[in-house]
């Protein structure tokens, strides 16, 4: 079984600031695929990356970045310089290898606030 | 814009009604993922087709049913609805590579 823990259910930070969202993740699969979405108030869940569990090397795209720690079964999202347009609720989500990236299992969610 | 279609966005029905909702997925991928989120469920992934064929089952209901036609689109069936049914329906796609593209979703709200 497949299980994805997003602890913080909400977080709130003002502009500007820096902010970390925490995924851990628990599996017996020994390949798989890890991913963040996106879901803004107007619903639609919005693909940010996807990363296989072969690569544990931290990826970078503006002002977002990921740290996959295999060890400690985490996959954290910060984002620097937060903007109000990033207020959402962010998903982690883990799949097998096998399915090729599909039939994800999510977190929770946590819900970000970033205020002017 | 993720290229996925959902209709309709917002439907309203009663307690034992029936409902379809209709997925088209991007140009070119041939799968199609139905995921239902609700409060107190989460996003959870419901059935997934490939090329007309059902290929894998998650937690969906025996009161709910799916189908990918031809030209692949898809249409999730609601039946007996309860109020516990009212949720936001996704629909994804996904090319050979993996990545889900998800839909805009469609609120289902059982009155």
């Known amino acids: 079984a497949q299980k994805v823990t997003q602890a913080q259910t909400e977080i709130s930070v003002v502009e500007k600031e820096d902010v970390t969202l925490d995924c851990v993740y628990e599996t017996r699969d020994t390949t798989y695929y890890l991913f963040w979405y996106k879901q803004p108030p107007s619903g639609e869940l919005v693909f940010l990356i996807r990363?296989?569990?072969?690569?544990?090397q931290n990826e970078i795209s503006g002002r977002y970045s990921w740290n996959f720690q295999k060890s400690t079964s985490s996959f954290n999202f910060t984002i620097t310089a937060s903007q109000v347009v990033d207020s959402a609720v962010y998903f982690c989500?883990?799949?097998?290898?096998?399915?090729?990236?599909?039939?994800?299992?999510f977190g929770e969610g946590t819900q970000l606030t970033v205020n002017p | 814009d993720s290229g996925v279609t959902q209709t309709p966005k917002h439907l309203i029905t009663a307690t034992g009604q029936r409902v379809t909702l209709r997925c088209s997925p991007r140009s070119g991928d041939l799968s199609v993922y139905w995921y239902q989120q609700s409060l107190d469920q989460g996003l959870q992934f419901l059935i997934q087709?490939?090329?007309?064929?059902?290929?894998a089952k998650g937690n969906i209901l025996e009161r709910f049913s799916a189908q990918q036609f031809p030209d692949l689109h898809s249409e999730l069936n609601l039946s007996s609805l309860e109020l516990g049914d009212s949720a936001l329906y996704f629909c994804a796609s996904s090319p050979q590579t993996g990545e889900l593209f998800f839909g805009e979703g469609s609120r289902l709200t059982v009155l």
């Open positions: 990363r296989n569990s072969f690569d544990e």
């Open positions: 989500a883990l799949t097998p290898f096998e399915t090729s990236g599909s039939r994800l299992t």
């Open positions: 087709y490939y090329n007309g064929e059902e290929r």
